[in-house]
């Protein structure tokens, strides 16, 4: 009989063999549906993206099966976690080394009916989101969704119309939150404030609402958007895809706002919603020139990186140079290393224990902490009540 890990072979990140019968691995292979049902409203099937569509369409269908019918997985079988470079991950891995354990590793298999009680905390925590990127990520997809209809050329909602859905969506997730109900769903809005009893005042939740309705007003009525509405559809090149490319064999994971292309050259925006200006662009921007080298054969003194910070209304523009994307192998080539160096096995990147990961101490960063709740360290965390309020959003 047929499994569905012998229908997925490498399809979506899932190790050849693999059961996959979860909601976190539906995910996987709906995201390749929904892609596949974006290409065909751009027009651009051949023949073996339309078997890779019917393929991942038997594969969903399986999946709802093993799920319905709760069939038990072949326990010998397993979803592998892959060793991959991002500078998100390498960000965590410089502010502390258990932090990092506790989302690359620690969290594993968490997801699973029968998982240790501390692991599944830890699959939870994982989702934790302070209340500036949960506005991030709202303002993010509220852009996603309009450029991505402008691309297959079916017409924009009014800014008021968007705006009011968005802080609507906003509200559901707000109420979700507060009432933890990403314990028993996961894949729900968790809110740090929430889970830690951080205490927010009704003015800074209001204040953070007014901040998401001006940057989405100022994206909008920007020259930049107009811009964009105007594009020829065969100068799109991506849309807030998660990408990748490979540096000795290492996978390095990008995600990409927007890039088109103007003649010979391609712009790369990338959307920023904090009130600050970004201090170090260096990393990221050579990501992006070392991903565009490799994926459209193109000089990095062809590319152009746009930040646009949305808050502030100001775009800058950055080039780089192949010194620069030259210096970034080295880099991230460190990085590899000094994460591998706490691999027992690198080959299938499998970790050293828990305790091999040394734990930050500074309270500037523990505080912060998604994980301070599970991580084996006695801290004198605030259980004060929030003061949140469901009204103070617009």
């Given at each position: 009989m047929e499994s569905i890990g012998d229908l997925l072979g490498d399809q979506g990140g899932v190790a050849a063999g693999a059961v996959v019968y979860d909601e976190v691995h539906l995910d996987l292979a709906l995201y390749g549906f929904v892609h596949d049902l974006n290409s065909i409203l751009d027009?651009?099937?051949?023949?073996?993206?339309?078997?890779?569509?019917?393929?991942?369409?038997?594969?969903?269908?399986?999946?709802?099966?093993?799920?319905?019918?709760?069939t038990e997985p072949n326990p010998m079988a397993t979803f592998k976690n892959e060793f991959s470079w991002s500078k998100s991950r390498d960000e965590t891995f410089k502010t502390c080394p258990r932090q990092y354990w506790f989302a690359y590793y620690g969290f594993w298999n968490g997801w699973l009916k029968d998982a240790p009680e501390r692991t599944r905390q830890i699959y939870v925590l994982k989702g934790l989101k302070n209340r500036q990127t949960w506005a991030g990520e709202k303002i993010h997809h509220s852009i996603h969704r309009s450029i991505s209809n402008i691309r297959r050329g079916i017409k924009v909602l009014p800014v008021e119309e968007i705006i009011s859905i968005t802080l609507n969506q906003m509200r559901n997730e707000f109420r979700s939150s507060r009432a933890k109900n990403y314990w028993k769903k996961p894949k729900s809005c968790a809110l740090f404030?929430?889970?830690?009893?951080?205490?927010?005042?009704?003015?800074?939740?209001?204040?953070?609402?007014?901040?998401?309705e001006t940057c989405l007003r100022n994206f909008y009525a920007s020259d930049i958007y107009g811009g964009l509405k105007s594009h020829g559809k065969e100068g799109w090149l991506e849309v807030e895809e998660f990408s990748s490319f490979n540096l000795d064999s290492i996978k390095i994971n990008v995600v990409i706002d927007c890039a088109v292309k103007e003649g010979n050259s391609i712009i790369i925006y990338d959307w920023k919603t904090g009130k600050a200006l970004s201090e170090d662009l260096s990393v990221q921007l050579c990501c992006y020139a070392f991903y565009a080298m490799e994926k459209w054969h193109l000089p990095p003194d062809s590319l152009q990186v746009v930040e646009y910070n949305l808050f502030s209304n100001k775009a800058?523009?950055?080039?780089?140079?192949?010194?620069?994307?030259?210096?970034?192998?080295?880099?991230?080539?460190?990085?590899?290393?000094?994460?591998?160096?706490?691999?027992k096995d690198p080959e299938n990147n499998i970790p050293?224990?828990?305790?091999?990961?040394?734990?930050?101490?500074?309270?500037?960063?523990s505080l912060r902490c998604n994980f301070r709740k599970v991580c084996r360290i006695e801290r004198g965390d605030s259980h004060e009540e929030s003061s949140d309020n469901l009204s103070v959003l617009p």
């Amino acid at each position: 009989m047929e499994s569905i890990g012998d229908l997925l072979g490498d399809q979506g990140g899932v190790a050849a063999g693999a059961v996959v019968y979860d909601e976190v691995h539906l995910d996987l292979a709906l995201y390749g549906f929904v892609h596949d049902l974006n290409s065909i409203l751009d027009h651009l099937w051949i023949q073996p993206e339309l078997d890779i569509f019917l393929q991942r369409c038997r594969i969903i269908s399986k999946i709802y099966l093993f799920i319905a019918s709760g069939t038990e997985p072949n326990p010998m079988a397993t979803f592998k976690n892959e060793f991959s470079w991002s500078k998100s991950r390498d960000e965590t891995f410089k502010t502390c080394p258990r932090q990092y354990w506790f989302a690359y590793y620690g969290f594993w298999n968490g997801w699973l009916k029968d998982a240790p009680e501390r692991t599944r905390q830890i699959y939870v925590l994982k989702g934790l989101k302070n209340r500036q990127t949960w506005a991030g990520e709202k303002i993010h997809h509220s852009i996603h969704r309009s450029i991505s209809n402008i691309r297959r050329g079916i017409k924009v909602l009014p800014v008021e119309e968007i705006i009011s859905i968005t802080l609507n969506q906003m509200r559901n997730e707000f109420r979700s939150s507060r009432a933890k109900n990403y314990w028993k769903k996961p894949k729900s809005c968790a809110l740090f404030e929430h889970e830690y009893g951080i205490e927010v005042t009704a003015p800074q939740w209001k204040e953070m609402a007014q901040n998401v309705e001006t940057c989405l007003r100022n994206f909008y009525a920007s020259d930049i958007y107009g811009g964009l509405k105007s594009h020829g559809k065969e100068g799109w090149l991506e849309v807030e895809e998660f990408s990748s490319f490979n540096l000795d064999s290492i996978k390095i994971n990008v995600v990409i706002d927007c890039a088109v292309k103007e003649g010979n050259s391609i712009i790369i925006y990338d959307w920023k919603t904090g009130k600050a200006l970004s201090e170090d662009l260096s990393v990221q921007l050579c990501c992006y020139a070392f991903y565009a080298m490799e994926k459209w054969h193109l000089p990095p003194d062809s590319l152009q990186v746009v930040e646009y910070n949305l808050f502030s209304n100001k775009a800058n523009s950055f080039t780089v140079t192949m010194a620069e994307v030259e210096g970034i192998k080295g880099y991230i080539k460190g990085s590899v290393k000094d994460m591998q160096s706490l691999l027992k096995d690198p080959e299938n990147n499998i970790p050293l224990e828990e305790e091999q990961f040394s734990k930050v101490e500074d309270e500037r960063v523990s505080l912060r902490c998604n994980f301070r709740k599970v991580c084996r360290i006695e801290r004198g965390d605030s259980h004060e009540e929030s003061s949140d309020n469901l009204s103070v959003l617009p």
